[in-house]
């Protein structure tokens, strides 16, 4: 009868806190201190936060490299390590909302010392006890222990939403090391293709000294050329070089020296087109604005947790079972044993701990707050970058292709004039110069505007959406 009365007062009081006070803060996401629209906008794409990376990128080849580095990459498996260790705190510190049980078995013989005052035999006794309890368990009435598993809850969150930012960087910076060893592939082709012309400008250039048609100061700026090429391709050669091996390193295994063949270097080849939308989005597209909250909330919990140590910590224990001293018959009505007991412990004198707990706990949340809203700036910086850079890639390539268009006309002209000696061949190496110079220049455009995009695409929170993290 006592012990069912036990057990029935341990559920209530349990259940009692489950409706205690809670002493933090009402949550309000504080306002995002940034402008309503964009300052410059695309139309006609698509929104990034609801496109995976599988479909932004085109190229198969890009494609399967970033599959491999989302596997691979060391940084990346450290932060999923790390979100297993914040999942464990999490599921630690939930275990506390509820008592725990244990159980307890124990048997001793105890021999007592022969007495020589009144001559009593010595005598052997035996002790045999087994018994389930609860042990100090708090009862949460001022939402303290809530309080602390909302902090474990959101750090839990914020880890999970840190790995979020860790692959959606690693996406962008494979994409980007990618299309710079593409543009350094291309590069070098080019420069391939110019030293072949140039050798055989140059032995042209030896047989019309030999004859006597031309100075030798022709063939020197022939070969002056000749060596300028090679300068160049050795510096695109080592480019593509360090390009690769840092695409190694963001892949975490084994690449050929030389990729397959992808996509042409273009922005419509390569990648989907992309709409900003409203400055709004960030907030809930973005993994590291919505890590910057996660912390904020925890923050604002921890007050709760400072402000409850004003109030009593009350605890409740509690055991039942048996007690002989026999094995035999150990667990029967008339050997049935019980202890049932609460405790509460306040501060009366602390000289001011608790005060500077609270103070502390404010002050931290107000830094919270700010390290948000700088987040939520700083994203709303690179997109509106990444808008103008678009804007004005594009306009940049076009006018670059035409003033390739430009140079090889002026190439043509510039031998046409030195064949029928009206300029000096100078006129014809500075031409062609200019003009490989040009194709060059086109090369690195393209690249930086996939590049820029690529940086678009994650600074909009690409294939994020606002995806739910389950917490088990």
Same mark, same amino acid.
């Given at each position: 009868?006592?012990?069912?009365?036990?057990?029935?007062?341990?559920?209530?009081?349990?259940?009692?806190?489950?409706?205690?006070?809670?002493?933090?803060?009402?949550? @309000?996401?504080?306002?995002?201190?940034?402008?309503?629209?964009?300052?410059?906008?695309?139309?006609?794409?698509?929104?990034?936060?609801?496109?995976?990376?599988?479909?932004?990128?085109?190229? =198969?080849?890009?494609?399967?490299?970033?599959?491999? #580095?989302?596997?691979?990459?060391?940084?990346?498996?450290? %932060?999923?390590?790390?979100?297993?260790?914040?999942?464990?705190?999490?599921? &630690?510190?939930?275990?506390?909302?509820?008592?725990? !049980?244990?159980?307890?078995?124990?048997?001793?013989? !105890?021999?007592?010392?022969?007495?020589?005052?009144?001559?009593?035999?010595?005598?052997?006794?035996?002790?045999?006890?087994?018994?389930?309890?609860?042990?100090?368990?708090?009862?949460?009435?001022?939402?303290?222990?809530?309080?602390?598993?909302?902090?474990?809850?959101?750090?839990?969150?914020?880890?999970?939403?840190?790995?979020?930012?860790?692959?959606?960087? /690693?996406?962008?910076?494979?994409?980007?090391?990618?299309?710079?060893?593409?543009?350094?592939?291309?590069?070098?082709? !080019?420069?391939e293709r110019s030293l072949a012309s140039r050798n055989e400008t140059l032995e042209l250039a030896?047989?019309?000294?030999?004859?006597?048609?031309?100075?030798? &100061?022709?063939?020197?700026?022939?070969?002056?050329?000749?060596?300028?090429?090679?300068?160049?391709?050795?510096?695109?050669?080592?480019?593509?070089?360090?390009?690769?091996?840092?695409?190694?390193?963001?892949?975490?295994?084994?690449?050929?020296?030389?990729?397959?063949?992808?996509?042409?270097?273009?922005?419509?080849?390569?990648?989907?087109?992309?709409?900003?939308? /409203? =400055?709004?989005?960030?907030? @809930? %597209?973005?993994?590291?604005?919505?890590?910057?909250?996660?912390?904020?909330?925890?923050?604002? %919990?921890? &007050?709760?947790?400072?402000? #409850?140590?004003?109030?009593?910590?009350?605890?409740?224990?509690?055991?039942?079972?048996?007690?002989?001293?026999?094995?035999?018959? /150990?667990?029967?009505?008339?050997?049935?044993?019980?202890?049932?007991? #609460?405790?509460?412990?306040?501060?009366?004198?602390?000289?001011?701990?608790?005060?500077?707990?609270?103070?502390?706990?404010?002050?931290?949340?107000?830094?919270?707050?700010?390290?948000?809203?700088?987040? @939520?700036?700083?994203?709303?910086?690179? @997109?509106?970058?990444?808008?103008?850079?678009?804007?004005?890639?594009?306009?940049?390539?076009?006018?670059?292709?035409?003033?390739?268009?430009?140079?090889?006309?002026?190439?043509?002209?510039?031998?046409?004039?030195?064949?029928?000696?009206?300029?000096?061949?100078?006129?014809?190496?500075?031409?062609?110069?200019?003009?490989?110079?040009?194709?060059?220049?086109?090369?690195?455009?393209? %690249?930086?505007?996939?590049?820029?995009?690529?940086?678009?695409?994650?600074?909009?929170?690409?294939?994020?959406?606002?995806?739910? &993290?389950?917490?088990?």
């Amino acid at each position: 009868m006592r012990s069912g009365l036990f057990w029935r007062a341990g559920a209530v009081l349990a259940l009692c806190q489950l409706a205690g006070c809670n002493f933090a803060p009402d949550y @309000v996401r504080p306002e995002a201190p940034v402008p309503a629209r964009f300052p410059a906008s695309t139309t006609g794409g698509a929104a990034a936060p609801a496109i995976p990376w599988q479909d932004f990128f085109h190229d =198969p080849v890009l494609r399967d490299l970033i599959g491999k #580095a989302l596997v691979y990459n060391r940084d990346l498996a450290g %932060a999923a390590a790390r979100i297993e260790q914040a999942r464990a705190q999490f599921r &630690i510190q939930r275990s506390q909302r509820l008592p725990g !049980l244990d159980a307890s078995a124990s048997g001793q013989r !105890l021999r007592t010392p022969l007495s020589a005052a009144d001559g009593a035999p010595r005598v052997t006794v035996d002790s045999y006890g087994l018994q389930v309890g609860i042990p100090s368990f708090e009862l949460d009435f001022w939402g303290r222990v809530a309080n602390l598993n909302e902090v474990a809850r959101r750090q839990y969150l914020a880890t999970e939403e840190a790995r979020n930012t860790a692959e959606l960087s /690693l996406v962008a910076n494979v994409a980007a090391s990618y299309y710079a060893v593409r543009a350094s592939d291309e590069g070098i082709v !080019l420069a391939e293709r110019s030293l072949a012309s140039r050798n055989e400008t140059l032995e042209l250039a030896q047989l019309r000294m030999d004859a006597g048609l031309t100075s030798s &100061i022709d063939f020197n700026q022939s070969y002056a050329l000749v060596t300028q090429t090679e300068l160049q391709l050795a510096q695109l050669r080592r480019t593509q070089g360090q390009a690769l091996q840092l695409l190694q390193f963001l892949v975490g295994a084994p690449l050929p020296t030389a990729l397959p063949p992808g996509l042409p270097l273009d922005p419509d080849a390569q990648l989907t087109r992309l709409d900003p939308g /409203l =400055p709004s989005a960030l907030l @809930v %597209a973005r993994p590291d604005v919505r890590l910057a909250e996660h912390q904020l909330r925890a923050a604002n %919990a921890n &007050i709760g947790v400072a402000r #409850a140590l004003y109030f009593p910590i009350i605890a409740l224990t509690g055991a039942g079972g048996y007690a002989s001293n026999e094995l035999s018959g /150990l667990v029967s009505d008339s050997n049935r044993v019980w202890s049932f007991g #609460a405790g509460a412990v306040l501060p009366l004198l602390d000289w001011g701990a608790r005060r500077a707990r609270v103070d502390g706990a404010n002050a931290a949340r107000d830094e919270r707050e700010t390290a948000y809203q700088s987040t @939520v700036q700083n994203a709303f910086r690179e @997109v509106a970058s990444g808008l103008v850079a678009a804007e004005q890639n594009d306009r940049q390539i076009q006018a670059q292709i035409r003033a390739v268009e430009v140079q090889q006309a002026l190439v043509v002209t510039a031998h046409d004039r030195y064949d029928v000696g009206l300029t000096p061949y100078l006129e014809v190496l500075d031409a062609e110069r200019n003009h490989f110079a040009a194709e060059q220049n086109l090369l690195q455009l393209r %690249a930086a505007a996939l590049q820029d995009a690529v940086n678009l695409y994650a600074a909009l929170g690409g294939g994020q959406g606002q995806r739910e &993290i389950p917490v088990d």
